[in-house]
Every structure is written in C-alpha cells, then in structure tokens.
C-alpha cells in the first residue's frame, strides 16, 4: 500500500471545522483513500472513504485533489467528543483480503 | 452498534499461560478478518491475516506459534496468545471487511491482555 503523510497533531476549537490533510503522492489508480478515528483505548472508528470522487456522509467530508495525491478529511463543527487520533490510509480495493496498513496519523485535539 | 464485537475487552494472564481473544462479524459474514497489536502511544500493527477454512497469513516478525490463529466459521475468528510473557502484553484488535467487495473494514473494541 502507498504510504500517507499526516501532521502529528492539530487543535481546533468546538464548532469550527476541522481540516485533516493527508499525503498520499505515490498512490496508485487501484487504490482507495480511508480514514479512521480512534479515540482513545478503543477500536478505530471508520469515517468515510473515496477513491476520486468527493465523499460526504453523516460524519465528515472527504476531499480529494484531481490528481489524487492528497486529500482533506473536513469534519464540519467540531466537538469535543471528536478528539482523537486520525488515521488516513490508502488500500487496494482489489478484494476483501486487502488490509489497512496504519501510519501514525493526526492526533486532533478540539478545545474550548 | 458494533459490527465486529471482540470477547474479552480485557484479560489478565500468568505468565506461561495461554490466552484466547474472539473476534465476531455481527449480522455479516467474513471470510477475511485482520489481527493487530497496539503498544501504548504508538500506532496499530498489523499481525495476520485470518482466513476462513485455510492457514492465517503472518506479517514478517510474527511468531505464527506463539500466536495461534483459527479462523472456523464465517464470523468467528479467534487469536490464542501461548505461553503468554509481559512482553506480549498489549492492546489486541481485529476487523473484518464488509460487503461483496470488502470496501469497508470495521474494527472490534479491542482487547487489552496483561501479562503478570
């Protein structure tokens, strides 16, 4: 799987949105971009995922540039319950037995 | 709800003991699901890949003895943890992908073992 590359960490105060940027410039045509949250001591949370398009759903929006070679996770009135370890991941969507292969993702701190 | 549920959420274990941590797709059948270990502060790794009716796939550095995966059903994948030490105390998790193509992955709780 290509490699992404996040910053380590980012604040946000509750209520504005919050801009996750993702790196993934070596990506290629099979793959898919995923994000996921992790709060801490639990399971990754899925968020969202795209492969070209834009995506939005319930939780966040998913921006992707033309040429694919990055992306911004956009949750749009953060809150506090949001703070947590952002992961963007890239995976090849050739099947059910590709994996999701973790960096070491954004730490989001959402404040007052 | 969940749709991956992991039993147990946390476990505490001898040393030299053995232990078993199941992973269940609730309401989906899966025919892959992936194990990972989580050290506190640093990010998931992979461990294997568990395949329903066929041998587990292991990452490079993973001791396919010392951690035994079986993977009997459609939705129930189990990783036993042998002869346990402190080392191997850590946060265990495991997903499984959903769908005819897989396209989303969900994760367990996790289970938290402790080796005394």
């Known amino acids: 799987d290509a490699k992404t590359t996040q910053p380590p960490s980012m604040d946000c105060a509750e209520g504005r949105a919050a801009n996750l940027p993702c790196n993934h410039s070596?990506?290629?045509?099979?793959?898919?971009v995923y994000w996921y949250r992790q709060i801490h001591s639990q399971g990754p949370q899925y968020i969202i995922h795209?492969?070209?398009n834009n995506e939005t759903n319930e939780m966040a929006s998913l921006i992707i540039t033309e040429d694919r070679k990055s992306s911004t996770l956009i949750l749009p009135h953060a809150t506090l319950r949001d703070t947590a370890v952002y992961y963007c991941?890239?995976?090849?969507?050739?099947?059910?037995?590709?994996?999701?292969?973790f960096g070491t993702g954004t730490r989001l701190q959402v404040t007052l | 709800g969940a749709v991956v549920s992991q039993h147990p959420s946390w476990v505490i274990c001898k040393s030299g003991t053995s232990v078993k941590i199941e992973c269940r797709s609730l309401?989906?059948?899966?025919?892959?699901m992936f194990w990972y270990r989580q050290f506190p502060k640093q990010s998931l790794m992979l461990m294997a890949t568990?395949?329903?009716?066929?041998?587990?796939?292991?990452e490079q550095g993973v001791e396919k003895d010392k951690f035994l995966i079986n993977h009997a059903s459609l939705t129930l994948s189990t990783l036993t943890v042998t002869s346990a030490h402190p080392e191997d105390s850590s946060f265990y998790i495991c997903?499984?992908?959903?769908?005819?193509?897989?396209?989303?992955?969900?994760f367990g709780e996790g289970s938290w073992l402790t080796v005394v």
């Open positions: 997903s499984a992908p959903q769908g005819a193509r897989g396209n989303t992955i969900y």
């Open positions: 070596t990506i290629s045509g099979n793959e898919y």
């Open positions: 795209g492969l070209k």
């Open positions: 991941i890239v995976r090849d969507r050739t099947g059910t037995a590709s994996k999701l292969t």
């Open positions: 309401d989906f059948q899966a025919t892959t």
């Open positions: 568990s395949n329903e009716g066929s041998k587990a796939t292991y």
